[in-house]
């Protein structure tokens, strides 16, 4: 939802936002134009939560570099067969870009190793709870506390 969830930018728009700055990361993947803007971090932060951020390897860099201390976590498929066959599921993306991003893919996966820790994403419940007490323990929360 705009406003909500993303912020839909035109291309000018964008490019001005850019140039100005205001992107912690920013990339074009998949033929599209991708960006965390510092104020929705800041707006979040401000909530007292703590921002999860799903961006590609290039923002994940970019997020580093610019803030040394983010945790950084590599959700990895269970495969590359397995990958290739959750793509081919969607069916949101032409084979053509499939192939792109299997080849995108591959490049990422060998990266994993600049990450804080890899979650192998077999089961989608089993994935979130990892990812759920990756991100407690880097705010210092322990899963069994109660939360207010």
Avoid at 3 to 30: M, Q
Avoid at 74 to 87: C, H, N, Q, Y
Wanted: hydrophobic residues 40%; negative net charge.
């Amino acid at each position: 939802m705009d406003g909500r969830h993303y912020h839909f930018l035109t291309d000018r728009e964008f490019t001005r936002r850019v140039d100005a700055g205001e992107f912690l990361e920013h990339v074009e993947y998949a033929g599209n134009r991708y960006g965390t803007l510092r104020s929705e971090l800041d707006r979040i932060l401000a909530e007292g939560r703590a921002p999860l951020l799903e961006v590609e390897l290039r923002g994940a860099r970019a997020v580093r570099a610019s803030i040394p201390g983010a945790l950084a976590v590599f959700i990895a498929p269970p495969s590359v067969e397995e990958l290739a066959r959750r793509l081919e599921h969607r069916a949101t993306d032409s084979p053509t870009e499939i192939a792109a991003r299997m080849r995108t893919s591959e490049i990422e996966l060998q990266a994993r190793n600049e990450f804080d820790c890899v979650i192998v994403n077999d089961d989608v419940d089993r994935a979130t709870a990892r990812l759920a007490e990756a991100v407690a323990g880097a705010c210092g929360v322990r899963m069994d506390e109660p939360r207010g």
